[in-house]
């Protein structure tokens, strides 16, 4: 052990010397001899808890996309390293101040969810440590002025109101029950579909967060007596299952309309046959619009991309690229985010000035046969 | 407020039926109170180990497909192994956790803080379940019991609700009757047990005066585990319903049922039998009026403020404390 510290550390002050020397130069032509190589990407976001699915959906995601660099990059290789933070806001924290005093890291994945972006990325933004999220779509989030904020698909002021028109014009639905989670999320989500559904909420319930609440008697006997044809839910899958299951066995008849925290497979397993017909929306693709994507994943994970695993990929190609061009330093990688513009597996990647996507589509699903399939893109 | 009225039965009853999942585990609580004056925290994975068993048992005999008279049949095979699989558990607890220290005679502190590390140890192993079988290899042979052990195991029995007859302007189905008749007529077991038979003699003398009790020749070990088994039996029961009402289970299912059931407990007078069963139907039914009248995010502070409001007034719960004295 010793004398492995004995060799490892002047290698670690040879390899931070390096990438420092990297940033004060700036040049982007020299790197490619001096680069530092070893560099991590960061993934933020739960792997356990209650909504770990859709933390390990993205970091299969982002391991995919470093997998495939070393295996072209063989000698220079990137690492990415897991934060664990339980999709947890309070945990969020101490672990964002454990990830800056990494220097090895350039970027982060993440946070995955909005409670804990809102938690974790200041202290990210005073360190310089730049974030793509893969999930987080809370709007408020990119209107803090943080540098280095970048999330990689449409936020919920574009989702909520297509769920809202997905509502309205598709499912012709008059009077809406609008619930939610009073997550950072869930609690802003609902609150743009109530607005732009105006005078069609016929009423409304709020739940505690994921894992808090097994029993919903109450809500669903609010939702049966306010007449309402469709329960829109704001909210992660935990909660959306049990709510779906306790409507159905408490006698609501009316479609269930979630948002993309409720897009996973754990969802339909919880819920059963009370998941079937229920409408999930999502500004992500359907994973059969990048087959390339859909192959390569399928065979690293024996199993399909689920939700974000394709956002992911995108999100850690754009640190991957950076890493390749040299630009390891803060700034060069912010300006590198910034102006950076290529065709990922979800769409043209490119960021406009407060960190979101310059393109941005809504799609919803429907549960048939106990699967999540594409419905249509809400246009 | 019009929302309560309007859909008064309706709230009443669901309150009720989700109730008596808190009273039967409230039951656990106040048993092993009763006779050893510990809080035995760790009874909340007691309920969750007998609905995963449950879960198991159904799904290796094939319920998923089951109709008719078959659903029945399953679910009494549900509420078999549940209720053995938690008495187990309830009793290799008390064997671990418990007895060592009460041998060596250890301030009530050290139980409970072995009670905590007992609650976490069973909740933690539950959730990595799957990595002994990784060891071994034989985790993809077993996934339907032991994959992705983090997220919730959905109940595989599927029982069609169907609506049976009125109570008012409530059309009470199938599901509120099975989990209301059940635990009543867990609740009149128990409670006939403790007061009638001789096996319940010996718990209540022991928590009236365990040295009396020991003289008189009681054993006061046998009767410290028939605690740990009835209560981790009516867990069980407790879990079946939970599982039919909620359809999933998961490793931390436990611990928010745990603290309601806690609650329920203290509310009735921890240590008595008819108390907890009180605590609970009241916890149960007040959370929905709660919800209704103030909305769904205030449900645990209805809960709370009501067990602070009763405690002011009455300080050893509803109906009084010991298991012993109360009905001696």
Known sequence: MRSVFKIGAPLVAAALALSAC???????????????????????????????????????????????????????????????????????????????????????????????????????????????????TNPALSENGWKTFHRILGNDATQGPAAA?????????????????????GKGLADIVKKDLGSAVAGSDETAADGKQDDFSATVTKAKSSGATVFFYGGYYSNASKLAKQLKDGGFTGTFVAADGVKDDGFIKGAGAAAEGAIVTCPCLP?????????????????????????????????????????????????????????GVTKNVKFDAKGEPAEVSVWAYKVTGGKIVPDQEIK | MDLLLNNFWELTITGLAYGAIYALIALGYTLVYGVLRLI??????????????????????????ATGLGTAGFLVVAFATAMAMSALVALVLEFVA???????????????????????????????????????????????????????????????VKRLFYV????????????????????IGLDQFVSRSRLGRGIRAVAQDPESAALMGVNRDRVIRLTFVLGGAMAGAAAVMYLLKVGQIRYNSGFILGVKAFTAA??????????????????GVAENYGQAVFGGEWKDVVAFTLLVVILLFRPTGLLGESLGKARA
């Open chain 1, 22 to 136: 990297g940033g004060t130069t700036n040049d982007a032509g020299s790197t490619s001899g001096g680069k530092a190589c070893d560099l991590k990407i960061g993934f933020f976001g739960a792997l356990t808890g209650d909504a770990a699915n859709l933390g390990i959906n993205i970091k299969n995601g982002a391991e995919l996309a470093v997998s495939q660099y070393n295996e072209k990059n063989a000698d220079c290789k990137v690492t990415l390293t897991s934060f664990d933070s339980q999709g947890d806001p309070a945990i969020a924290p101490g672990l964002a101040q454990k990830a800056v005093t990494d220097k090895k890291l350039v970027g982060i994945v993440g946070p995955a969810f909005s409670g804990e972006s809102k938690a974790a990325d200041p202290i990210f933004e005073q360190a310089g440590l730049n974030t793509i999220s893969a999930s987080a």
């Open chain 1, 165 to 185: 028109k997905y509502i309205k014009d598709t499912l012709k639905a008059t009077k809406v029950f609008v619930s939610d989670d009073t997550s950072e999320y």
């Open chain 1, 287 to 343: 994973p059969d619009k990048a087959p390339e994507f859909q192959a390569a994943y399928k065979k690293a994970y024996n199993s399909d991309p689920a939700t974000y695993s394709a956002e992911a990929y995108d999100a850690a190609n754009v640190f991957l690229a950076g890493i390749k061009a040299g630009k390891t330093t803060s700034a060069d990688m912010t300006a590198f985010i910034g102006s950076y513009s290529a065709q």
């Open chain 2, 40 to 65: 035995n925290f760790a009874h909340s994975e007691v309920f969750m180990y007998g609905g995963f068993a449950a879960v198991w048992v159904l799904t290796a005999i094939g319920a998923t497909k």
């Open chain 2, 98 to 160: 418990y007895r060592p220290l009460r041998k060596r005679n250890s301030p009530p502190l050290i139980a409970l803080i072995s009670a905590i590390g007992a609650s976490y140890t069973l909740s933690e192993a539950m959730g990595l379940r799957d990595k002994p079988f990784k060891w071994f290899g034989k985790d993809q042979d077993l996934v339907r019991y032991v994959g992705r052990p983090r997220e919730a195991s959905p109940f595989p029995l599927n029982i069609e």
């Open chain 2, 168 to 187: 008012f302007d409530y059309h009470v189905s199938n599901i509120d009757l099975i989990v209301l008749g059940a635990a009543i007529i867990m609740m």
């Open chain 2, 266 to 283: 203290v509310l009735g007078g921890i240590g008595n039998l008819r108390g907890a069963l009180l605590g609970g139907f009241i916890l």
